[in-house]
């Protein structure tokens, strides 16, 4: 399958943008995943990879019904915001693996189970895109959940450290653990004892 959809996008009559313009795509189409619930997002910079598109877009879903919703939103925002045709579309109704190709910009939407399966951030090996979002740029990368990254130049507080605890021993299983020691009484000097028998009582 893998092979199948690589090679349809290939084939494609390529609809070539600037790279700024495809960057700006690719962000808004990552944007209307997160939105949707999309997780593990990614955008990769595929330039230095091949000259057919600039861009992968990908995201995760938990149903067909979420994949399908994600496909939808992004295609509106792509058509109709930003006036860019879209050249071709795979897997909608099957939604494992879900497949918008923008020319410059391929978005690939999975189950969780087709995106660990084919793991495409591994095989094409392009670089992750700092995205913007709420105003701080951010690297979108893959981590188990939506976009997630320190801001840009942002010092995170060290978080607390916990006190030390004491070291104990523990008795080896089976074993009685061994009897504390009572202190020895205190040694009282002769003239102490003297006194001490001169006060006691005389036995009657």
């Given at each position: 399958?893998?092979a199948?959809?690589?090679?349809?996008?290939?084939?494609?009559?390529?609809?070539?943008?600037?790279?700024s313009?495809?960057?700006?795509?690719?962000l808004?189409?990552?944007?209307?995943a997160e939105?949707?619930?999309?997780q593990?997002?990614?955008?990769?910079?595929?330039?230095?990879q091949?000259?057919?598109?600039?861009?992968?877009?990908?995201?995760?879903?938990?149903?067909?019904?979420?994949?399908?919703a994600?496909?939808?939103?992004?295609?509106?925002?792509?058509?109709?915001?930003?006036?860019?045709?879209?050249?071709?579309?795979?897997?909608?109704?099957?939604?494992?693996?879900?497949?918008?190709?923008?020319?410059s910009?391929?978005?690939?939407?999975?189950?969780?189970?087709?995106?660990?399966?084919?793991?495409?951030?591994e095989?094409?090996?392009?670089?992750?895109?700092?995205?913007?979002?709420?105003?701080?740029?951010?690297?979108?990368?893959?981590?188990?959940?939506?976009?997630?990254?320190?801001?840009?130049?942002?010092?995170?507080?060290?978080?607390?450290?916990?006190?030390?605890?004491?070291?104990?021993?523990?008795?080896?299983?089976?074993t009685r653990?061994?009897?504390?020691?009572?202190?020895?009484?205190?040694k009282?000097?002769?003239?102490a004892?003297?006194?001490?028998?001169?006060?006691?009582?005389?036995?009657?």
């Open positions: 399958m893998v199948t959809l690589s090679q349809s996008v290939l084939n494609q009559p390529t609809q070539r943008t600037n790279s313009r495809s960057l700006e795509l690719a808004a189409a990552a944007r209307e939105d949707n619930r999309g593990n997002l990614l955008v990769l910079d595929m330039r230095s091949t000259s057919a598109f600039d861009y992968f877009v990908l995201a995760t879903g938990t149903s067909n019904r979420q994949l399908r994600m496909s939808d939103a992004i295609d509106d925002v792509l058509q109709k915001q930003f006036g860019h045709r879209r050249l071709g579309l795979e897997g909608y109704q099957d939604s494992h693996w879900i497949l918008l190709d923008y020319g910009v391929i978005i690939h939407l999975f189950d969780d189970k087709n995106r660990d399966y084919y793991r495409l951030e095989i094409w090996g392009g670089k992750s895109v700092k995205m913007k979002i709420d105003g701080a740029a951010r690297p979108a990368v893959a981590e188990g959940g939506s976009m997630r990254a320190a801001a840009a130049g942002r010092n995170e507080p060290p978080a607390p450290k916990r006190p030390a605890r004491k070291a104990t021993r523990r008795a080896a299983p089976g653990p061994a009897p504390k020691k009572k202190a020895a009484p205190a009282k000097s002769p003239a004892r003297k006194a001490g028998a001169q006060r006691a009582p005389r036995a009657r």
